[in-house]
């Protein structure tokens, strides 16, 4: 539930859904990232491309690193025969994606020479299944075309939050450029929050409604009983869209995700209570 107003909402919904129509065509040409001694240019110009497919007067540079991801990881998937992975969030499929800058090196690699060790490190990781081992994800094998519906649905909900909350905390006289995270994979405009949780000593994690790292990205640590609240709690910097909270309550520090909820971010009232961790 957001709390701008509907004229807000219905205009960035209306920008964002221009935006995905384009997103949409860019991704079905999956085979960027691999053309030979062009790589460069040719994930340049696709950069390029979707800057201009989103919306403007947003910060941006999260959502294009996921994007770029998204693209790398689908061609090699298809390349490999592999089935697209995704993480079951409630009633909704996430995109799962590696940490952040491991398709990048991938992508800027000269595919004619590959194998190389780091690529048959990755594919076997990856594709066989070695990163979920200490992680508690209910992975799903989807084909492309839910693949890639399941980001792109996940995806405007993140941008109509991004764009709708920009605009409703700057008609509030806030400006959202005045605060940025202290998590460099995170560093995006966004609102700080409180994360209330059951147990104290625990760290915040967080996934897009449309991607899922692998690690999660790391938030902040730790809860404690502080002030005159007697829960456990801690103050997070959340980038502006929708998402998914996590602390590392389960055996030997997994995750445990709030997995039948988003938030909103922005809000009126920056406040995550769980009952999960």
């Not at 000269?110 to 508690?136: A, I, K, V």
């Not at 519906?149 to 920009?166: E, Y």
């Not at 902040?220 to 456990?232: E, I, K, N």
């Not at 869209?241 to 055996?251: E, H, N, S, V, W």
Request: glycine fraction near 10%.
């Amino acid at each position: 539930m957001s709390d701008w107003d509907e004229d807000i909402n219905e205009e960035a919904s209306r920008r964002v859904a221009g935006s995905i129509e384009t997103l949409n065509g860019l991704l079905n040409a999956r085979e960027w990232p691999f053309e030979f001694r062009r790589g460069e240019q040719r994930r340049d110009g696709f950069s390029a491309e979707v800057k201009r497919a989103l919306p403007e007067g947003i910060s941006v540079q999260d959502i294009l690193e996921d994007i770029e991801d998204f693209a790398v990881l689908a061609a090699l998937t298809e390349r490999t025969g592999a089935p697209h992975l995704a993480v079951r969030f409630g009633d909704r499929y996430v995109a799962l994606l590696p940490a952040r800058g491991v398709m990048n090196t991938l992508a800027r690699m000269d595919w004619p020479f590959w194998p190389t060790p780091f690529f048959d490190r990755f594919t076997q990781d990856w594709f066989r299944g070695g990163l979920y081992q200490s992680l508690e994800l209910r992975l799903q094998e989807r084909s492309w075309e839910q693949s890639k519906g399941d980001f792109l649905s996940g995806l405007s909900l993140f941008l109509i939050a991004r764009v709708a909350g920009t605009q409703w905390l700057n008609r509030g006289g806030v400006s959202v450029q005045s605060a940025r995270s202290s998590t460099p994979s995170l560093s995006s405009a966004g609102q700080w929050w409180t994360v209330e949780t059951q147990a104290s000593g625990l760290s915040a994690y967080c996934a897009g409604t449309h991607a899922a790292r692998v690690p999660a990205d790391y938030l902040a640590g730790v809860t404690s009983v502080s002030g005159a609240s007697s829960q456990p709690h801690l103050p997070v910097f959340l980038p502006l869209g929708t998402m998914y909270l996590a602390g590392d309550a389960g055996p030997g520090g997994t995750l445990v995700w709030d997995d039948k909820t988003f938030v909103t971010v922005p809000s009126a009232t920056p406040l995550f209570a769980t009952k999960r961790f």
